[in-house]
């Protein structure tokens, strides 16, 4: 079921699957927004709603009712 901007995730896989299931994961972010990776400290810039961090691989998500905030991007695992 979807939820609209109501619904909440307990964490970045849950978003990312989210993401695949609704077919947003390749949606453009309204503002690409430049994050520092969790798991190398590497900053990139997010431009989809799922996108990986160039040096590591890890796989971050956030839903497109929540993508101009920085604060609900989160990581699903590394080539998750």
């Given at each position: 079921?979807?939820?609209?901007?109501?619904?909440?995730?307990?964490?970045?896989?849950?978003?990312?699957?989210?993401?695949?299931?609704?077919?947003?994961s390749?949606?453009?972010?309204?503002?690409?927004?430049?994050?520092?990776?969790?798991?190398?400290?590497?900053?990139f810039?997010?431009e989809?709603?799922?996108?990986?961090?160039?040096?590591?691989?890890?796989?971050?998500?956030?839903?497109?009712c929540?993508?101009?905030?920085?604060?609900?991007?989160?990581?699903?695992?590394?080539?998750?």
């Amino acid at each position: 079921m979807h939820d609209g901007c109501s619904g909440s995730f307990g964490n970045g896989e849950q978003i990312v699957n989210k993401l695949r299931q609704m077919g947003f994961s390749s949606y453009a972010m309204p503002i690409p927004i430049e994050i520092k990776c969790t798991s190398c400290e590497t900053t990139f810039t997010m431009e989809t709603m799922e996108d990986k961090c160039d040096s590591c691989g890890m796989t971050y998500g956030v839903t497109p009712c929540h993508a101009t905030d920085p604060g609900s991007i989160q990581p699903a695992g590394i080539n998750y």
